[in-house]
């Protein structure tokens, strides 16, 4: 029997072995918010739920190939851009995506594994804010990531974030989303511009939670290919993120992980417990 395809979703980014972050996060998210998820691997990691040892960047050729190939095949509902490991990967996505225009793009820059020279996180900055920034419909990143972003395109060192949003949404971002784990709670502050469109404060997380932004970002891009508009998407997507960190587990030695599947073992329990009963 014929079933109609799910939403597809197709995610670039960097593989996480854990599945804490990056492609592997990305896809369980998408599916446990109802899309299909596909992928394009910008590199590989060595990392377990303590640390990352090693990034190894994919040939951007490859990038562009195996994007091409899904795209041709499959219609695609929503984009999603994480870690590009370097600025080669990124002037090979913004080269697809460019010709996507119509179709929801969400960048979720990742700078922390960019390499060990502070030279290669400066040109992949540089390469994120020139190239991909302009076409993203929704950015989103920390308050520092932001400001780091919008700092490459006046070299001003001193930008407030306020500042450096606007300098963003200047730039052609369509939204800008500031998620910021660092406050007493968890603010998540939708931007464009207009000014603030919405700020929501979540409780924090009891433990330090592995790939919050990824989750969000994620959760924003499935809610985007379900025909949401950007402002009820992202708040949908923190009503899941919130569940996702409020029943975080620890797989490991290291940080909590997001259990994006909550949900599952929430039925499984209440079924449980209604057995019992009966």
């Known amino acids: 029997m014929h079933t109609e395809s799910p939403p597809i979703l197709l995610t670039f980014g960097l593989s996480d072995p854990t599945s804490a972050t990056g492609v592997q996060a ?3 998210t998408f599916a446990s918010m109802g899309g299909y998820g596909v992928s394009v691997l910008t590199g590989y990691s060595s990392q377990d739920s303590r640390s990352c040892d090693d990034v190894q960047p994919i040939d951007p050729d490859w990038i562009g190939d195996q994007a091409r190939m899904l795209l041709e095949d499959m219609p695609v509902a929503a984009f999603k851009v994480g870690s590009a490991v370097n600025a080669e990967n990124v002037a090979a996505i913004a080269e697809i995506v460019a010709d ?6 969400v960048v979720a820059p990742d700078f922390g594994l ?9 040109e992949l900055r540089e390469a994120t804010a020139s190239l991909l920034v302009p076409q993203a419909s ?21 930008l407030a974030l306020d500042e450096a949003v606007s300098i963003l949404l200047e730039n ?17 502050t939708l931007y464009s511009d ?11 997380p009891a433990h330090n939670v592995a790939g919050a932004i990824d989750t969000l970002a994620a959760a924003v891009t499935a809610m985007l290919a379900n025909g949401l508009a950007v402002p009820e998407a992202v708040r949908e997507a923190q009503e899941y993120l919130q569940q996702v960190l409020e029943n975080a587990f620890r797989p490991g030695m290291g940080r909590h992980f997001p259990d994006r599947f909550f949900w599952a073992r929430t039925e499984e329990t209440e079924q449980d417990d209604s057995g019992a009963q009966g």
Request: charged share 20%.
């Open 138 to 158: 929704v950015l989103v990143v920390s308050p520092q990531s932001a400001v780091a972003l919008a700092q490459t395109i006046t070299e001003n060192e001193n």
């Open 114 to 122: 960019a390499g060990e020279h502070l030279l290669s996180t400066d």
């Open 26 to 28: 990305d896809l369980l």
């Open 172 to 188: 052609g971002c369509e939204f800008v989303l500031i998620s910021d784990g660092n406050a007493p709670q968890f603010t998540h």
């Open 100 to 105: 996507y225009d119509e179709t929801p793009l």
């Open 194 to 204: 207009g000014g603030i469109v919405r700020e929501d404060a979540w409780d924090r």
